[in-house]
């Protein structure tokens, strides 16, 4: 197969979830709160205000009011901004990344400010053609506009495009914009209820270049690996 037909089967771009499919924040946010058990209900009622809340609220005020809610005292969000730089890539993150690299445009849409939401995506060693935040599009994923937003500053189609999602509440936007969508379910969350199926749900990103090298010769639903 040549270099073009072989470009020619990966989407155009690869859009990615940020804080969940290519870094590890539930690491961070445990620590901050001081168990994982508090980190992830934490965690829970954040992803609740978050994509329940529509138009833009800052960032870091959704995050302090989430810990509120769960009984955390206020030195819990103020350690997870402290140490914000702490964030780590899973272990298959820039592999993935630096693997799609020549054959793709890579942008980030993620549920952040744009202050912390460009101090994470710098975390990662490749060169972003988009780093679309929340506070940017004026709203909060699912949302449909931040996809949209990303779509355009790329100059792509949703249907020559994929979304790697961290967890389910994407599916309601991507399916919305028409993005086909691989989960990348590192920490086995459930499907929420009425969520649409992703066309891919991985524990790891292992899977996700070879899904992306037959982007354009297969469709959802011969997808088998």
């Not at 005292?73 to 272990?91: C, D, K, M």
């Not at 849409?109 to 744009?114: E, P």
């Amino acid at each position: 197969m040549s270099d073009s037909s072989s470009t020619s089967a990966y989407p155009k771009a690869v859009l990615f979830d940020l804080l969940t499919a290519l870094l590890d924040s539930w690491t961070l946010w445990n620590r901050a709160a001081g168990s994982e058990q508090a980190g992830r209900a934490w965690r829970a009622e954040y992803l609740r205000l978050t994509y329940g809340c529509g138009a833009y609220v800052e960032y870091e005020q959704l995050v302090r009011q989430a810990a509120a809610r769960v009984g955390l005292p206020e030195s819990a969000p103020l350690a997870l901004e402290a140490n914000w730089l702490q964030l780590a890539p899973w272990s298959d993150t820039v592999d993935a990344l630096q693997q799609l690299r020549p054959h793709c445009k890579l942008a980030v849409v993620t549920n952040c400010s744009i202050r912390l939401g460009r101090l994470a995506a710098d975390i990662l060693p490749v060169e972003w053609d988009g780093v679309i935040t929340a506070e940017e599009a004026g709203v909060y994923k699912p949302d449909p506009r931040p996809y949209r937003v990303a779509l355009d500053k790329l100059g792509v189609s949703a249907a020559h495009a994929a979304f790697v999602a961290g967890s389910s509440y994407d599916m309601f936007g991507t399916a919305e914009v028409g993005l086909r969508t691989y989960w990348h379910n590192r920490v086995g969350l459930e499907l929420k209820e009425g969520a649409p199926p992703p066309e891919v749900e991985a524990p790891t990103l292992g899977g996700l270049v070879s899904w992306c090298s037959r982007f354009g010769a297969s469709s959802r639903n011969n997808y088998t690996d």
